[in-house]
């Protein structure tokens, strides 16, 4: 149940200025279940059960709140923390780490400013039929970027459906260093993105372009990543189908943090969905996601697919039930690599190598 909190004027204090009357939303989600692992790449690595948070989405806590200030102008922000429910701990990097900015919406559209999620992440999740997360999330084998540090983004108004975002950070993975070179062989991680898409009735169509630049003292400075990715569903009403199609060209070696793919040079992935309604409150997921990458040191062709389904049933508007199963193969270029495979994660959960998973649990938002 969303609590809502005021924030009223401070009086009494000498000097203290008056604040006008604004809203504080208190949101999350708690998920929890069972997650088995099993197949790992490394033989020797037995299978694995265990309790885990966040086996259909991530366990979080944020406040979201928002202002008024007249002529059509509304200043806002979100502050969230990811939570591991299972230990009672922090995920996902320490707090709010999940997400933290401010932003300022008008008839101009919105700009924003701190930590957010990327331009690409948000397309491919959302055209994703597991939305990122579960076992069967596209990004055990599709390599996406996920949240940016330091971001200033503006998503422009809907003009008969078709909008734009647009991002940039002089460093998506940490404080901006002196004179904007960081120490190592990556250093500060320049980054554009934008995004123009297309909604209208049963259709969802965008087209993401990326560009990421090494400002660093080391191997990547100067280094580029560029990055395309063609996503869309549209709704039959029987089944809404889902595709993506992506590239990547790295100029040495893919160096961004969030793939740790640095043995790729040139990547193409893409990825097929579908769900279906069964009943009033239940509906099937499947998917299937191939990538493959060409090495910087030549050879074979690293190759990983994956295929999933999974059951969802509302038990009410705010808590579901699930259930997920995932399989990948990766082809032996991809084995014998040291970042070039994919294993079944699910959300914060690592996949730590493993080729075939199944979750289940109970997911409550709030």
Same mark, same amino acid.
């Given at each position: ?37 099993? !197949? #790992?790449?490394?033989?020797? /690595? ?6 885990? =948070?966040? @086996?259909?989405?991530? $366990?979080?806590? &944020? ?85 940016? !540090? #330091?971001?200033?983004?503006? /998503? ?6 078709? =909008?734009? @975002?647009?991002?940039? $950070?002089?460093? &998506? ?101 579908? @769900? ?5 409150? &239940? ?84």
């Amino acid at each position: 149940m969303q609590k809502r909190l005021f924030a009223l004027a401070v009086a009494g204090l000498a000097g203290a200025p008056a604040f006008a009357q604004s809203s504080v939303t208190i949101f999350g989600t708690v998920d929890v279940g069972y997650r088995f692992s099993g !197949d #790992n790449i490394d033989s020797r /690595v037995k299978n694995r059960s265990a309790i885990d =948070s966040g @086996t259909s989405t991530p $366990t979080r806590l &944020g406040f979201r709140g928002n202002e008024d200030l007249g002529n059509g102008l509304q200043a806002g922000f979100v502050l969230e923390q990811g939570i591991a429910a299972d230990t009672g701990t922090s995920a996902g990097g320490g707090t709010f780490s999940r997400q933290a900015f401010v932003s300022l919406a008008g008839a101009f559209g919105t700009l924003g400013a701190g930590r957010q999620y990327t331009p690409g992440y948000v397309l491919t999740s959302t055209v994703d039929p597991f939305s990122g997360v579960t076992v069967g999330q596209y990004n055990n084998v599709y390599l996406s970027e996920y949240r940016w !540090d #330091n971001l200033v983004t503006y /998503v422009s108004p809907s003009w008969g459906g078709f =909008s734009v @975002t647009a991002a940039f $950070t002089l460093d &998506g993975y940490g404080n901006e260093s002196p004179g904007n070179r960081g120490a190592g062989d990556v250093g500060d991680v320049r980054a554009l993105s934008i995004l123009p898409q297309y909604r209208s009735g049963p259709l969802h169509v965008g087209l993401h372009i990326q560009d990421l630049r090494a400002k660093s003292t080391g191997l990547y400075d100067g280094d580029k990543v560029r990055v395309y990715d063609l996503a869309g569903t549209y709704d039959f009403g029987v089944a809404k189908l889902a595709a993506a199609y992506g590239i990547r060209r790295a100029d040495n070696g893919d160096f961004s943090p969030d793939t740790g793919a640095t043995e790729g040079e040139k990547t193409k992935q893409w990825f097929v969905g579908v @769900t279906v309604p069964a009943g009033a409150a &239940g509906k099937v997921l499947a998917s299937y996601v191939a990538r493959k990458t060409e090495a910087v040191a030549g050879g074979d062709d690293a190759k990983a697919g994956q295929w999933a389904v999974g059951y969802e049933h509302a038990l009410s508007k705010r808590t579901a039930i699930h259930a997920t199963y995932a399989k990948i193969d990766n082809n032996r270029a991809a084995r014998d690599s040291t970042n070039l495979s994919g294993s079944v994660g699910a959300g914060y959960n690592a996949g730590d190598g493993y080729q075939t998973g199944f979750a289940a649990g109970i997911r409550h938002g709030f």
